[in-house]
């Protein structure tokens, strides 16, 4: 099995910048592609931020400039670092990984949700 563990969410400034991690453990062999979504309240979910298993990155155009996905292999971990936030970037993140598990199958995982708050 293989389960994701999303950290870093919390109450930023606006303006101000913060990372979100999502680890991979388990039955990991390899983490393939990723993406980052959002919800705010009220809303529907929405996808921030892509990666693929060669390392193409996208963004949604609110997006784009301010955050930068990352991946690091060794510690099957994914990154969001999100700069000059504001108060429309508030909403609870969700990381969704493309894992190749140990015995050579694919299986995506959604992390549990980080809440982000932008507020003064």
């Known amino acids: 099995q293989v389960q994701l563990a999303e950290s870093g969410g919390g109450l930023v400034q606006p303006g101000g910048s913060l990372r979100l991690s999502c680890a991979a453990s388990g039955s990991v062999y390899s983490i393939n592609a990723a993406d980052w979504y959002r919800q705010a309240p009220g809303t529907e979910r929405e996808l921030v931020a892509s990666i693929t298993t060669f390392g193409r990155t996208n963004y949604a155009d609110s997006v784009k400039g301010r955050f930068t996905i990352s991946r690091d292999n060794a510690k099957n971990t994914v990154y969001l670092q999100m700069n000059s936030l504001t108060p429309e970037d508030t909403a609870v993140y969700y990381c969704?990984?493309?894992?190749?598990?140990?015995?050579?199958?694919?299986?995506?995982?959604w992390g549990q949700g980080s809440l982000l708050t932008v507020s003064s």
């Open positions: 969704k990984v493309r894992v190749r598990t140990t015995d050579y199958k694919y299986v995506e995982v």
